[in-house]
């Protein structure tokens, strides 16, 4: 069965819609990263965003998000414009970015609680907030650690739960599970389950297609900064894996290296020598490498 094809985007945003795009466009220099972009993301839905690298799934996710301003097009959260109604977004929505920056200096604890205050949460909500993040997390015992001194997943984790701490309705994540460990990694699925299971919404970017397949209910696929199919799981893999679907829609050739002849063979007898041994690595009797006889004898 062939993979589904893209479905006419609708006319206008839908009321189902956690996340409505509309024409963004974004350049650099010659290159459009991203390029007349539509989708309308469904609310209450794990939605994975996938792409070979370069299709643009970073920088759409940093324009809706609105860490990078695009050339033009509209994004809609809930409703509310991401340019024009900034303040109502980010009260909204959750960001776990890629190459993700946080207060070195803090410790995981103070870092929370920064957090939760500066988006006006009452201190002793923010602290029982935290305090849960923090243990269902399993950064409790890190907790007046320095970040600093966190390691990858343990920083990828304070930073779910600083995107978490004031209960979003939309979290977008991009490559939450870069550098992470199995045990960090099986601890942000749970979470992120449970977040998705009380009807809010997950916008993640990944190319690994077996986690996605094993997290998400919605995918869009995007090549070249342009969306090739969007929908359901199941009607975007039809009846093969998303790997499977994924090269399909991608159009990737199949190459089983055979025109790297050459890669791990032996080299054939008579072959040049290199660096004044003969290629089969054999040296003759009494030959020197490097200073030293075949036999370890230093000459």
Request: charged letters at 20%.
């Amino acid at each position: 069965m062939q993979a589904s094809t893209p479905q006419a985007a609708p006319s206008g945003p839908s009321s189902a819609s956690a996340v409505s795009i509309r024409g963004l466009w974004k350049t650099f220099g010659r290159q459009a990263a991203v390029a007349d972009l539509d989708l309308e993301l469904p609310a209450g839905s794990f939605i994975g965003l996938v792409g070979p690298n370069g299709a643009g799934k970073t920088t759409t996710l940093s324009m809706v998000t609105g860490l990078l301003r695009p050339d033009r097009g509209t994004v809609l959260i809930h409703g509310a414009d991401v340019w024009t109604d900034p303040v109502a977004v980010k009260a909204r929505i959750g960001i776990l970015p890629e190459g993700l920056r946080l207060f070195e200096r803090l410790s995981g604890r103070e870092l929370l609680q920064y957090s939760g205050r500066l988006r006006g949460l009452p201190g002793a909500e923010v602290d029982r907030r935290a305090e849960e993040l923090l243990t269902v997390l399993d950064l409790l015992a890190a907790a007046d650690k320095l970040v600093a001194d966190y390691s990858t997943g343990m920083r990828k984790k304070i930073g779910l739960a600083a995107a978490l701490l004031h209960n979003p309705d939309v979290l977008f994540l991009d490559e939450p599970f870069e550098g992470v460990d199995p045990v960090s990694a099986q601890t942000i699925r749970g979470v992120l389950k449970r977040y998705a299971a009380a009807g809010s919404t997950v916008v993640f970017s990944s190319h690994v297609m077996e986690l996605v397949e094993q997290l998400c209910d919605w995918v869009a696929v995007l090549d070249a900064g342009k969306v090739i199919a969007q929908g359901p799981l199941d009607t975007v893999r039809g009846e093969r894996s998303l790997h499977a679907a994924f090269l399909e829609l991608i159009g990737v050739r199949e190459d089983d290296g055979q025109a790297l002849g050459w890669l791990g063979a032996a080299a054939p007898d008579g072959a040049a020598a290199v660096n004044g041994a003969p290629a089969n690595g054999a040296a003759a009797d009494g030959a020197s490498v490097d200073g030293a006889s075949v036999d370890g004898t230093e000459r």
